[in-house]
């Protein structure tokens, strides 16, 4: 367990060193952890455009997803169906339609924010419709 936690602690220092940074001419170096085009898979290449549907689609769900945080259950099931729908589109390659079917099982799978911060509206009450008071309701999105 100490010999897994000290070579992955290694491999972090490495891709985060000044010297990838140098050698990659300023750029921060691209994330190791993408299974496809710039934004499927952890972390993403932001400033580049996406290279496919299922990489915008991917791009999308990484929009949605606060930073630091967990995405919202929309969010996700957002990304399965679109990636769902790539996968069983004939006109993409194979090479996509494979990736989509993975990432459509993996965004089944992802973890997602269960508790929604609540939404203070003000609403009114129906029985006098004069009086106004501060309801606290709760929007899932």
Known sequence: M???VTALSVIVAGLA???ALAQSGGYAPAPSLLIH???CGLGN???LPPVDALDAACARHDACTPTGGLPSRRCNLRLFREADQISRDPRQPDAVRNAAGFVAFSASTLPFDPAPYPAAIEAPIWADPHSYRPVRALYAY
């Open 37 to 39: 085009g710039n934004y």
């Open 17 to 19: 060193s000044p010297a």
């Open 2 to 4: 100490r010999i897994t």
């Open 45 to 47: 290449r932001a400033p």
